[in-house]
């Protein structure tokens, strides 16, 4: 490893040519991760997160001819953020995730932790807050969150991970694991996000990007940009940061950035 991959060995960059050879990566990768940690009964959790290619992601997972030598029994799954809309809207990210993966392997009820929907008779302050309690659950001694083995995020043209977005106040929030999001500038305009603390609490973080649209955050997150205008940038895994990318994605990142392992 040459000095600038050496400076920068925290962040990883795979690349793929396409999106589809990189879903196939990513689910190669994490089936490996949670076997690992599953092998001597020991529990996964996993933060997931929604979008066309979170949704990609999985069910290249649930294709994988290895998904059912897991035991899914031990695997937690828990969701970055969520759209504060109906628990059947088309919008939701668990709804996305149920369809891709969840409804496909044997996982209890139980595991499946999903933010409450605008239909749930609850108000979105309670929706956070309930999320926060059922986060604290599974916390310990340092954290009122379990840490995630890995932790997907996708990634914003401009570099929101999360419903943390550039230049708001979610972003840099640390006496919270969990916000309510009002007026986002994305649509639907209510959400519910983990906070930056919890995310990188995170042993494994893998950002996972394709496109042309989001060769410039990339750029900009692996240059060092400040977290609060690239919030991408502030995102660290304890153990690995990897940015899953594809060619189209990675068009403005050097050579000496790119490590093909994980």
């Known amino acids: ?34 076997k690992a940690r599953t092998k001597n009964g020991r529990t996964a ?48 990210n668990a709804l996305q ?20 929907g605008s239909d749930s008779g609850l108000s979105l302050d309670e929706a956070a807050e309930a999320y926060a309690a059922e986060l604290a659950k599974f916390g310990d001694e340092e954290h009122a969150w379990p840490s995630f083995a890995v932790c997907f995020l996708g990634v914003g ?28 500038p994305k649509p639907p305009p209510e959400r519910v996000t983990l906070t930056r603390p919890v995310i990188n609490s995170s042993k494994r973080v893998w950002l996972v990007l394709t496109g042309a649209d989001k060769a410039s955050a990339l750029g900009l997150a692996l240059a060092g940009a ?7 940038a502030g995102a660290k895994g304890r153990k690995r940061t990897i940015f899953f990318v594809d060619q189209a994605a990675a068009s403005e990142v050097s050579e000496d950035l790119i490590e093909q392992v994980y």
């Not at 490893?1 to 879903?23: F, G, I, R, Y």
């Not at 043209?157 to 986002?184: K, N």
């Not at 400040?226 to 991408?232: D, L």
């Open 45 to 92: 959790h996993v933060a997931l997160t929604g979008g066309s290619m979170g949704s990609t992601v999985l069910r290249a997972v649930a294709a994988h001819p290895k998904v059912n030598r897991i035991d899914w029994s031990l695997v937690h799954f828990w969701w970055g953020d969520e759209r504060f809309v109906a628990r059947d809207d088309r919008d939701r």
């Open 226 to 232: 400040s977290y609060t205008n690239v919030p991408a």
């Open 1 to 34: 490893m040459n000095d600038m991959q050496a400076s920068s060995a925290e962040k990883l960059v795979v690349v793929e040519p396409t999106p589809s050879a990189l879903a196939d990566r990513v689910a190669q990768a994490f089936l490996t991760r949670v």
């Open 157 to 184: 043209p401009d570099g929101h991970i999360a419903s943390l977005f550039p230049d708001r106040s979610e972003v840099t929030e640390t006496d919270a694991a969990v916000l309510p999001v009002r007026d986002s």
């Open 97 to 116: 995730s149920r369809e891709a993966l969840l409804d496909h392997i044997t996982v209890p009820a139980e595991n499946i932790h999903e933010v409450a």
